[in-house]
């Protein structure tokens, strides 16, 4: 989850969710982190701000940092400054880009914040090379076919390029976007990747495991997740009657 405040502390919000984390799960077993986000039109020392509290309040679940907001509002250099002391702390990093702007707007997160999660990414389609660059670098991808269409990044739900970035070997991840706004959800998400773009059990497994590996956690954490993941998959297939299909 994202949160953006310039009312109340960022360790008063992390904290209380933390509390209904801890709470609500007490067994910890559900993994969760808190991205703490910049607005596009933060003023660099409003986002240098935002850092320090981000920093100091990693023992309520803060893991990482995000750039929020339409791509047009400010260019991302000047949150570079930001994003590497963020870096130096030990926070992941990741941004909103392609989703209201073009593939350039993708490249300027990349180059000028070094993040290795891209929220929408959308319009990156728009250039091949850069489609190139994401997957032989890894950088994940966490899409939002609901939304990218609800907001016309896309004329029609089978014009999202979530299949061609898959199959291009960009390491996406499937996700809901605002669940009020949108009214959307994961399962729905995963439903429409089957119906609509024919993505397989499999398939639907490997974007699983992106979501492992892209995610903000140390690396003993994700190996955990991982063996979990793959535990309930084989569950899930014994369960299934012998003539079901993908």
């Not at 007490?26 to 920093?55: C, K, N, T």
């Not at 892209?214 to 991982?226: D, I, M, N, V």
Request: glycine share 8%; with cysteine; charged share 25%.
């Amino acid at each position: 989850m994202t949160i953006a405040s310039h009312r109340v502390p960022i360790g008063e919000i992390a904290q209380a969710i933390y509390e209904a984390y801890r709470e609500a799960v007490p067994s910890g077993e559900l993994e969760f982190g808190i991205l703490v986000g910049l607005f596009r039109r933060d003023l660099p020392e409003v986002a240098r701000s935002f850092v320090r509290q981000a920093i100091d309040a990693r023992m309520y679940g803060v893991v990482g940092l995000d750039l929020l907001a339409h791509e047009t509002g400010s260019s991302a250099a000047t949150f570079a400054n930001a994003f590497g002391t963020a870096r130096e702390a030990g926070l992941g990093l990741r941004a909103h880009a392609g989703e209201g702007a073009g593939p350039q707007s993708v490249w300027d997160v990349i180059r000028c914040l070094g993040v290795s999660r891209i929220a929408h990414g959308t319009k990156a389609a728009e250039d091949p090379e850069l489609v190139s660059y994401l997957a032989a670098n890894g950088i994940t991808v966490d899409m939002c076919p609901t939304s990218n269409y609800r907001l016309r990044v896309v004329n029609e739900i089978h014009d999202h390029p979530v299949r061609r970035f898959f199959e291009a070997g960009v390491k996406i991840t499937v996700s809901s976007d605002d669940p009020l706004f949108f009214n959307s959800n994961l399962t729905g998400e995963l439903e429409m990747l089957q119906r609509v773009f024919g993505f397989t059990a499999e398939e639907m497994l490997e974007l699983a495991g992106n979501g492992i590996d892209g995610a903000f956690l140390p690396q003993e954490k994700k190996s955990r997740l991982h063996r979990l993941l793959t535990q309930k998959h084989r569950e899930a297939l014994r369960a299934m009657p012998e003539n079901a299909s993908d």
